[in-house]
Nanobody, 124 residues
């Protein structure tokens, strides 16, 4: 089992940047695929990005492609989400998630472990 704690959220103006971090407990972090999801008020949780166990494969939602970058440091048990050129529509609670799947996945129900979320607010 793994426990996840996100950090790095906050308030930023449109066009700005933030880097989210997700620290995982346990000694088997490299066994998990990792994903970032977000949920805006009144909307369903949606996929943002996912990364393979070794970091070699990444996938992004079309809405963030070219602006967001997911990465991981297995030595530090941490996954990151670098968010550039932020837009007001990126405002949401951002969650990291983990699963023991072999390959990166983009659906929330594919992940068994979730963090508590961190708020990102982008002002226009």
């Amino acid at each position: 089992q793994v426990q996840l704690v996100e950090s790095g959220g906050g308030l930023v103006q449109a066009g700005g940047s933030l880097r989210l971090s997700c620290a995982a407990s346990g000694r088997t972090f490299s066994s998990y695929i990792m994903g970032w999801f977000r949920q805006a008020p009144g909307k369903e949780r949606e996929f943002v990005a996912t990364i393979s166990r070794d970091g070699g494969i990444t996938y992004y939602a079309d809405a963030v492609k070219g602006r967001f970058t997911i990465s991981r440091d297995n030595a530090k048990n941490t996954v990151y989400l670098q968010m550039n050129n932020l837009k007001p529509e990126d405002t949401a609670v951002y969650y990291c998630a983990a699963d023991l799947s072999l390959y990166p996945r983009s659906r929330p129900h594919d992940y068994n472990y979730w963090g508590q979320g961190t708020q990102v607010t982008v002002s226009s």
